[in-house]
């Protein structure tokens, strides 16, 4: 646990240099990395960041939607998700960006269709960067389709949209 692991880090970079590294995307992404170097800020230790993969970025340049303004709001929520949905139309000129469970990717583009309509154009990007890679893309009730017909859905899951495209 971060509340434990941090302090240990701390009293560790006292003494030594430590890398943050991760072998599932960028550190720090959607993930408890930024508590280490929000420690790491507030004792005076110096952080340096390398830019490493990043899902966000590399399913926002494959996705094929505009990628002058977007918004990545992290893994989308289990519980509020149509409101949560309705939160973001004030995002309506910029590309959204989430992580999702495979297991509830059907159940968030059947919200984002409630929400948004059945032609918003949606890309499902799975398995970045792994041997299993692949690019959804089209209305999001083709998408849906694509997807139900599979059964088991597995991997890593970044869902893209835009409200108003270009």
């Keep these: 646990k971060e509340s434990v692991q941090v302090p240990k880090i701390i009293k560790l970079l006292e003494k030594e240099d430590v ?5 599932a995307g960028m550190p720090s992404i959607s993930d408890p990395g930024y508590k280490l170097i929000r420690a790491c800020i507030e004792k005076g230790i110096p952080v340096e960041v390398i ?21 990545f709001v992290g893994f989308l929520p289990k519980k509020g998700l149509n409101n949560f949905l ?10 959204i960006i989430a992580f ?10 059947e919200a984002i269709k409630e929400v948004y309509g059945d032609n918003t154009t949606v890309c499902i990007a799975r398995e970045l960067t792994k041997l299993h890679e692949e690019y959804i893309r089209g209305r999001v009730v083709e998408v849906l389709e694509e997807l139900s017909k599979r059964g088991e859905i597995k991997g890593e899951i970044v869902i893209l949209w835009r409200m108003v495209e270009d």
């Design 100 to 109: 999702e469970s495979p297991n509830r990717v059907l159940k968030s583009l």
């Design 86 to 95: 309705e939160e973001l139309k004030a995002y309506k000129d910029s590309t």
């Design 19 to 23: 890398a943050l590294v991760t072998d």
């Design 51 to 71: 830019p490493g993969p990043s899902a966000v970025i590399t399913a926002l340049v494959g996705s094929g939607l505009p990628t002058d303004r977007f918004t």
